[in-house]
Protein backbone atom coordinates (compact mmCIF):
# COMPACT_ATOMS: atom_id res chain seq x y z
CA UNK A 1 0.00 0.00 0.00
CA UNK A 2 1.23 3.75 -0.62
CA UNK A 3 1.70 5.45 2.85
CA UNK A 4 0.38 8.71 2.80
CA UNK A 5 0.44 11.29 5.27
CA UNK A 6 -2.01 14.21 5.63
CA UNK A 7 -0.86 16.93 7.77
CA UNK A 8 -2.73 20.81 8.66
CA UNK A 9 0.03 22.86 9.37
CA UNK A 10 0.84 26.75 9.80
CA UNK A 11 3.05 28.79 7.64
CA UNK A 12 5.44 28.58 10.70
CA UNK A 13 5.28 24.55 10.16
CA UNK A 14 2.89 24.52 13.70
CA UNK A 15 1.00 20.93 14.07
CA UNK A 16 0.04 21.49 17.83
CA UNK A 17 -3.26 22.71 18.44
CA UNK A 18 -5.33 22.75 15.55
CA UNK A 19 -8.62 21.62 17.04
CA UNK A 20 -8.20 23.47 20.44
CA UNK A 21 -10.10 20.65 21.96
CA UNK A 22 -7.59 18.62 24.12
CA UNK A 23 -5.30 18.97 27.58
CA UNK A 24 -2.50 17.79 25.09
CA UNK A 25 -3.01 20.83 22.78
CA UNK A 26 -1.61 22.93 26.12
CA UNK A 27 1.77 20.75 26.64
CA UNK A 28 4.75 22.58 27.09
CA UNK A 29 2.85 25.85 27.65
CA UNK A 30 1.17 26.64 24.50
CA UNK A 31 -2.09 28.76 24.38
CA UNK A 32 -2.93 29.37 20.87
CA UNK A 33 -4.97 26.15 19.81
CA UNK A 34 -7.53 26.25 18.04
CA UNK A 35 -5.86 27.75 15.08
CA UNK A 36 -7.89 25.36 12.14
CA UNK A 37 -10.68 25.57 13.58
CA UNK A 38 -13.06 27.45 10.88
CA UNK A 39 -10.15 27.49 7.80
CA UNK A 40 -11.25 26.62 4.38
CA UNK A 41 -13.96 26.66 2.31
CA UNK A 42 -16.68 24.16 1.17
CA UNK A 43 -14.54 22.81 -1.34
CA UNK A 44 -11.66 22.58 1.08
CA UNK A 45 -14.46 20.45 3.44
CA UNK A 46 -15.39 18.49 0.69
CA UNK A 47 -11.69 18.19 -0.19
CA UNK A 48 -10.98 16.40 3.29
CA UNK A 49 -14.02 14.21 3.24
CA UNK A 50 -13.10 12.63 0.05
CA UNK A 51 -9.56 12.04 1.22
CA UNK A 52 -10.64 9.97 4.12
CA UNK A 53 -13.29 8.28 1.48
CA UNK A 54 -10.03 6.84 -0.69
CA UNK A 55 -8.39 5.44 2.25
CA UNK A 56 -7.93 1.77 2.22
CA UNK A 57 -6.99 1.86 5.83
CA UNK A 58 -5.81 4.25 8.34
CA UNK A 59 -2.44 3.95 10.55
CA UNK A 60 -2.54 6.54 13.78
CA UNK A 61 -0.39 7.55 16.42
CA UNK A 62 -1.81 6.60 19.96
CA UNK A 63 -3.06 10.27 20.63
CA UNK A 64 -4.81 11.22 17.66
CA UNK A 65 -6.13 7.50 17.58
CA UNK A 66 -7.79 8.35 21.24
CA UNK A 67 -9.00 11.84 19.77
CA UNK A 68 -10.61 10.37 16.40
CA UNK A 69 -11.98 7.43 18.76
CA UNK A 70 -13.59 10.55 21.23
CA UNK A 71 -14.69 11.89 18.30
CA UNK A 72 -15.63 10.10 15.13
CA UNK A 73 -15.82 6.65 16.74
CA UNK A 74 -18.56 7.59 19.72
CA UNK A 75 -20.83 10.82 18.52
CA UNK A 76 -23.62 9.38 16.84
CA UNK A 77 -23.82 12.80 14.53
CA UNK A 78 -20.09 12.40 13.73
CA UNK A 79 -20.63 8.37 13.03
CA UNK A 80 -22.55 9.35 10.71
CA UNK A 81 -20.58 12.03 8.86
CA UNK A 82 -18.55 10.66 5.61
CA UNK A 83 -15.34 11.18 7.63
CA UNK A 84 -16.83 9.07 10.67
CA UNK A 85 -18.32 6.62 8.46
CA UNK A 86 -14.65 5.84 6.53
CA UNK A 87 -12.78 5.75 10.26
CA UNK A 88 -15.66 3.69 11.90
CA UNK A 89 -15.94 1.25 8.51
CA UNK A 90 -12.10 0.65 7.33
CA UNK A 91 -9.18 -0.81 9.31
CA UNK A 92 -7.33 1.09 11.47
CA UNK A 93 -3.65 0.52 12.82
CA UNK A 94 -2.68 1.87 15.62
CA UNK A 95 1.14 2.54 17.24
CA UNK A 96 0.89 1.94 21.28
CA UNK A 97 2.37 0.11 23.56
CA UNK A 98 -0.39 0.73 26.49
CA UNK A 99 -3.66 -0.43 24.06
CA UNK A 100 -4.16 -3.87 24.86
CA UNK A 101 -7.95 -4.07 24.02
CA UNK A 102 -9.17 -1.55 21.64
CA UNK A 103 -12.30 -0.29 22.09
CA UNK A 104 -12.90 1.02 18.11
CA UNK A 105 -14.17 -1.87 16.28
CA UNK A 106 -11.30 -2.73 13.15
CA UNK A 107 -8.49 -1.62 15.05
CA UNK A 108 -4.85 -3.69 15.39
CA UNK A 109 -2.36 -2.81 17.68
CA UNK A 110 0.84 -2.99 16.12
CA UNK A 111 3.28 -1.47 19.03
CA UNK A 112 5.07 1.46 19.79
CA UNK A 113 8.81 0.61 19.76
CA UNK A 114 10.04 3.65 17.75
CA UNK A 115 13.54 3.07 18.77
CA UNK A 116 13.83 -0.48 17.55
CA UNK A 117 12.60 -2.85 15.13
CA UNK A 118 8.83 -4.16 15.95
CA UNK A 119 7.04 -1.64 14.41
CA UNK A 120 9.41 -0.88 11.18
CA UNK A 121 8.75 -4.60 10.30
CA UNK A 122 5.00 -4.27 10.99
CA UNK A 123 4.32 -1.11 9.12
CA UNK A 124 6.50 -2.34 6.22
CA UNK A 125 4.73 -5.51 6.21
CA UNK A 126 1.63 -3.86 6.05
CA UNK A 127 2.88 -1.50 2.90
CA UNK A 128 3.93 -4.74 1.14
CA UNK A 129 0.33 -6.46 1.71
CA UNK A 130 -1.58 -5.20 -0.76
CA UNK A 131 -2.66 -2.44 -3.38
CA UNK A 132 -4.45 0.89 -1.99
CA UNK A 133 -3.33 3.63 0.42
CA UNK A 134 -2.79 3.61 4.02
CA UNK A 135 -3.29 7.18 5.70
CA UNK A 136 -1.43 8.81 8.32
CA UNK A 137 -4.19 11.53 10.05
CA UNK A 138 -2.59 13.99 12.46
CA UNK A 139 0.11 11.99 14.40
CA UNK A 140 3.07 14.19 14.02
CA UNK A 141 5.99 12.43 15.84
CA UNK A 142 4.71 9.21 14.18
CA UNK A 143 5.05 10.99 10.73
CA UNK A 144 8.89 11.78 11.97
CA UNK A 145 9.38 8.52 12.84
CA UNK A 146 7.97 7.38 9.41
CA UNK A 147 10.02 9.92 7.22
CA UNK A 148 13.61 9.18 9.37
CA UNK A 149 12.80 5.25 7.82
CA UNK A 150 11.94 5.89 4.35
CA UNK A 151 8.26 4.46 4.58
CA UNK A 152 6.75 7.61 3.92
CA UNK A 153 5.49 8.01 -0.24
CA UNK A 154 3.72 11.02 -0.11
CA UNK A 155 2.75 14.00 2.02
CA UNK A 156 -0.15 16.44 1.29
CA UNK A 157 0.11 19.53 3.73
CA UNK A 158 -3.07 21.42 3.95
CA UNK A 159 -1.67 25.16 4.95
CA UNK A 160 -3.20 27.34 6.78
CA UNK A 161 -2.73 31.38 6.71
CA UNK A 162 -1.34 31.90 10.04
CA UNK A 163 1.89 32.55 11.80
CA UNK A 164 1.86 30.87 15.52
CA UNK A 165 4.96 31.84 16.94
CA UNK A 166 4.87 29.03 19.02
CA UNK A 167 3.90 24.83 19.40
CA UNK A 168 5.28 21.75 18.00
CA UNK A 169 5.96 21.56 14.20
CA UNK A 170 5.72 18.76 12.05
CA UNK A 171 9.48 18.94 10.75
CA UNK A 172 12.60 18.51 13.33
CA UNK A 173 15.56 21.26 13.23
CA UNK A 174 17.61 18.35 12.56
CA UNK A 175 16.44 15.25 10.21
CA UNK A 176 16.34 13.26 7.05
CA UNK A 177 17.16 15.13 3.24
CA UNK A 178 14.10 13.94 1.61
CA UNK A 179 13.57 15.37 -2.10
CA UNK A 180 9.88 16.00 -2.98
CA UNK A 181 8.09 16.08 -5.80
CA UNK A 182 4.91 18.32 -6.36
CA UNK A 183 2.27 16.35 -7.84
CA UNK A 184 -0.71 18.84 -6.58
CA UNK A 185 -1.63 22.23 -5.60
CA UNK A 186 -4.85 23.71 -4.68
CA UNK A 187 -6.06 27.20 -3.25
CA UNK A 188 -9.33 27.71 -1.64
CA UNK A 189 -11.26 31.04 -1.22
CA UNK A 190 -10.22 31.50 2.41
CA UNK A 191 -6.26 31.04 1.25
CA UNK A 192 -5.99 27.98 2.44
CA UNK A 193 -3.96 25.83 0.64
CA UNK A 194 -3.43 22.36 0.04
CA UNK A 195 -0.11 20.38 -1.51
CA UNK A 196 0.59 16.68 -2.36
CA UNK A 197 4.39 15.70 -2.77
CA UNK A 198 5.84 12.33 -3.88
CA UNK A 199 8.75 11.45 -1.94
CA UNK A 200 11.46 10.91 -4.98
CA UNK A 201 14.94 9.78 -2.58
CA UNK A 202 17.36 12.40 -1.48
CA UNK A 203 17.87 15.50 -2.53
CA UNK A 204 21.25 16.42 -4.91
CA UNK A 205 23.61 19.36 -3.71
CA UNK A 206 26.11 21.01 -5.97
CA UNK A 207 29.51 19.85 -5.42
CA UNK A 208 32.16 21.82 -3.16
Known amino acids: MKLTTITQL ?52 RRTYDL ?21 AKPKYVASRTITNPEWANTTVLGDDLLGDNLL ?7 ASGDGELQVHGSSQLIQWLLENGLVDQMELMIIPVILGQGARLFPTSGPDIAMKLVDSRSDSK ?12 PQYPAN
Open 10 to 61: TLDGVTQGNGGTSEEDRKNGFERGGWALGAGDESTRDHIAATYQRADAFLLG
Open 68 to 88: FLEFWGTVEELRAHPVGVALN
Open 121 to 127: GAITELK
Open 191 to 202: GVMIQTYQTVGR
